[in-house]
């Protein structure tokens, strides 16, 4: 079942701009933490950015000034505004949550993923 739906990734020039969305669907609830990982062809998984139910955020060192997380516990969305992006940042993006899930408690949920390639 799918708990989380990513959006936004696709081709851009170094330089330029993306905006990331997450949907979380109507199966999970009571959402804490929500986050942004990326994985790179070739390494692991890193954290790129959280936030918690309260709008508190933290960004990677990588990213910092460049890229920034916010959501809307309303809509149950969370985004990830990327900035003067670099090949560096090239990678697959995904979201996780920490919530509910109904009929299988408290977990921690991932998104399918999606591309962000940055590149001229």
């Known amino acids: 079942q799918v708990h989380l739906v990513e959006s936004g990734g696709g081709l851009v020039q170094p330089g330029g701009s993306l905006r990331l969305s997450c949907v979380a669907s109507?199966?999970?609830?009571?959402?804490?933490?929500r986050g942004w990982y990326r994985q790179a062809a070739g390494k692991e998984r890193e954290l790129v950015a959280t936030i918690t139910w309260s709008d508190i955020t933290s960004v990677a060192d990588s990213v910092k000034g460049r890229f920034t997380i916010s959501r809307d516990n309303a809509k149950k969305t969370v985004w990830l505004q990327m900035n003067s992006l670099k090949s560096e940042d090239t990678a697959v993006y995904y979201c996780?949550?920490?919530?509910?899930?109904?009929?299988?408690?408290?977990?921690?949920?991932w998104g399918q993923g999606t591309l962000v390639t940055v590149s001229s």
């Open positions: 109507d199966s999970i609830f009571m959402i804490d933490d």
């Open positions: 996780n949550a920490r919530g509910v899930v109904r009929g299988k408690g408290y977990l921690e949920v």
